[in-house]
């Protein structure tokens, strides 16, 4: 069978965020090099989910949309399957299927691991208990999706001994960073680790940055250390493997009738 797998980022107003989602599948290109993986965008982009689901309908018998997506919000529930679902329309002919999102899962976990192994080293090996971890993710109007940041930040307080891992997000629910921040300090806090659960550039990690230099300014007796985005973690790449092979245990379960 011809298939084309279809790698849906979110997309980004900063042209260096698309370029690293671009960069990235040339990367598990060279995993798979007898895959024809293809890149769509849901906005801010060239190529958008409706372009790139035709274009990857071309010459195939069968297309495996993967989206390149952390949370679990609209774009996964609504606009993916949506445009999915019109595809199907245009082209009778080819299968489209879809794999389950990255999610927030004891991968994500690993990497963010790393991130902090890295930060403490930045920050000389400090004290656990005087050293706090913000969490910082995208901010959804889904709850659910919120709740998935909440549910790390619980893991690396699990796997870890610092006294205070808080989750804060840079848009549309609440907390903020800055207000984070503030607890820490009150709590005795003098490192904080900030962990942005993001898995490239983009302006909202530009943001981000900024904050940071103001927030430094603000507690020049805290010491930061800022975690880079995510989506370079050979991790990342061992994820999506996982489901496209998921995806291929279920069409067979499926064909067999189980």
């Known amino acids: ?43 801010h982009a060239d190529v958008l989910l409706e372009a790139g689901l035709d274009a990857a309908a071309l010459n195939s018998a069968r297309v495996l949309v993967v989206p390149l997506i952390l949370n679990a919000a609209g774009h996964v529930q609504e606009d993916i399957p949506n445009a999915i679902e019109a595809a199907r329309q245009r082209h009778p002919q080819v299968l489209f299927h ?23 080293r930045e920050l000389d090996m400090p004290d656990p208990q ?37 989750v804060a997000f840079t848009g549309i629910t609440w907390p903020r960073i800055e207000t984070v921040v503030q607890r820490h300090a009150r709590e005795g806090m003098t490192q904080i680790i900030v ?41 990342i790449l061992d994820l999506l493997d996982q489901r496209v092979s998921e995806n291929e245990v279920s069409e067979k379960r499926s064909f067999s009738g189980d």
């Not at 370029?19 to 890149?39: G, N, P």
């Not at 999102?101 to 403490?120: D, P």
């Not at 959804?140 to 998935?148: D, G, L, Q, R």
């Open 1 to 43: 069978m011809n298939d084309t797998i279809l790698l849906v980022g979110h997309g980004s107003r900063e042209v260096a965020g698309n370029h690293d989602i671009l960069v990235f599948a040339d990367k598990w290109r060279t995993r798979h090099f007898d895959w024809r993986i293809e890149v769509c965008f849901i906005e």
């Open 98 to 120: 879809a794999t389950k999102h990255l999610g927030m899962n004891l991968t994500i976990l690993e990497v963010l691991q790393k991130r902090v192994r890295t930060a403490l």
């Open 130 to 166: 005087t050293t706090g971890i913000i969490l910082l993710g995208r901010g959804s109007s889904e709850a659910n999706a919120n709740a998935e940041v909440a549910k790390m930040a619980r893991w690396l307080f699990e796997k870890n001994e610092f006294d205070l891992v808080d």
């Open 195 to 235: 962990l942005p659960l993001y898995l490239f550039t983009g302006v909202l990690t530009e943001r981000i940055q900024q904050q940071m230099v103001r927030i430094k300014k603000s507690w020049p007796l805290i010491a930061f250390a800022l975690g880079s985005p995510i989506g370079s973690d050979e991790g």
